[in-house]
């Protein structure tokens, strides 16, 4: 039974890579594809090349060092921090 299951599973999974590929659904997403495009093939990139200096760079690697004197907790409070909206307007 359960081989069965994986098989159809398996043989319906074409269709639904076919409907992802349809195109995009909005003009916002068209523009969003657009650009990552562009970043995947490396057209948009700056001629300038981003440096930083020496001041920067010392900052950056202080600050990450920094991170790592915190300790991650076993779970998250979920009581702790407030509460969250629902957005529901009550």
């Known amino acids: 039974m ?3 299951l994986l098989c159809l599973t398996l043989l319906t999974l074409p269709l639904t890579t076919h409907a992802i590929d349809a195109g995009p659904a909005s003009p916002q997403q068209q523009e969003t594809e657009g650009w990552l495009l562009l970043q995947s093939r490396n057209k ?8 930083s200096t020496p001041t920067e760079r010392e900052l950056s690697m202080q600050r990450w060092l920094k ?3 915190h300790e991650i907790p076993e779970f998250f409070d979920q009581d702790q921090g407030g509460k969250v909206d629902s957005g529901n307007g009550s």
Request: charged share 5%.
């Open 44 to 51: 948009a990139a700056s001629p300038t090349p981003q440096t």
């Open 2 to 4: 359960k081989s069965t």
């Open 67 to 69: 991170s790592y004197q």
